[in-house]
């Protein structure tokens, strides 16, 4: 990365920390952030790779990337390829050329896509791994220390803007949950009281209801608070 870049970079950063904090969909942070890198480390790929907890398989979320061959959905075992050697080790490893390199796997993708040299970090959470994201270049390039702190501060964003959308899709699941055990309570209050059920038996109508009619429990629970306030309104 070439001296007049550095204000390039720290206008990505401040790019990529607007986005954490906005209303962007995870994916379209990620999108950003791969761009933006790209750019400005004048690299032809930028690619995100996530660790799938699950699996503990690493597959890629983002690239800015528009060949066909390098979108094919592919993954890769920790301690696999080059990639999966940074997941594995949590250490960045730069690469002058992957096609002398016996480390890196996908050689015919590279012969194909003009990839020649590549830098590859890992994005972590304190010491917990999210993914690693990686940059390519055309032509032999030897990645300065700039290079590997600049990618180093891209993968701590997006590790971070990951982090915080998992944060959020849990809140609002334990607000979804909350929220219908609540209506749900209250539904069955008025079916003991008004049909005369026990409570097991207020639950399992409202149950077989929505089996029936394909709908959350929580709509039909609503349509009979709703029911009985508009009754009880008159």
């Given at each position: 990365m070439s001296k007049s870049s550095y204000k390039t970079y720290i206008n990505a950063l401040n790019k990529i920390s607007?986005?954490?904090?906005s209303d962007l969909y995870l994916g379209d942070v990620l999108k950003l952030i791969v761009t933006l890198t790209a750019?400005?480390?004048?690299?032809?790929?930028?690619?995100?790779?996530?660790?799938d907890e699950g699996s503990q398989l690493l597959k890629i979320r983002a690239t800015q990337a528009m060949s066909e061959e390098y979108l094919k959905e592919r993954s890769l075992k920790v301690g696999e390829g080059v990639v999966g050697k940074v997941a594995k080790e949590k250490k960045p490893i730069a690469i002058l050329d992957v096609l002398k390199d016996k480390r890196y796997k996908e050689k015919k993708l590279a012969k194909s896509e003009?990839?020649?040299s590549m830098l590859s970090v890992p994005m972590m959470i304190k010491k917990k791994l999210i993914g690693v994201i990686n940059c390519y270049t055309t032509?032999?390039?030897?990645f300065t220390q700039?290079?590997?702190?600049?990618?180093?501060?891209?993968a701590n964003q997006a590790a971070v803007a990951i982090k915080n959308t998992?944060?959020?899709v849990k809140?609002?699941?334990?607000?979804?949950e909350l929220e219908t055990r609540k209506v749900v309570e209250?539904?069955?209050g008025i079916l003991m009281k008004e049909q005369k059920l026990t409570e097991e038996d207020a639950y399992n109508l409202i149950r077989r209801s929505s089996m029936d009619k394909r709908v959350p429990m929580k709509e039909i629970a609503q349509a009979i608070v709703l029911a009985y306030d508009i009754r009880n309104s008159k």
């Open positions: 607007s986005a954490i904090t750019n400005v480390m004048e690299a032809k790929i930028c690619a995100l790779w996530l660790l003009k990839l020649v032509k032999l390039y030897k700039s290079d590997k702190a600049l990618l180093a501060a891209v998992e944060l959020m809140t609002k699941i334990i607000q979804e209250r539904a069955k």
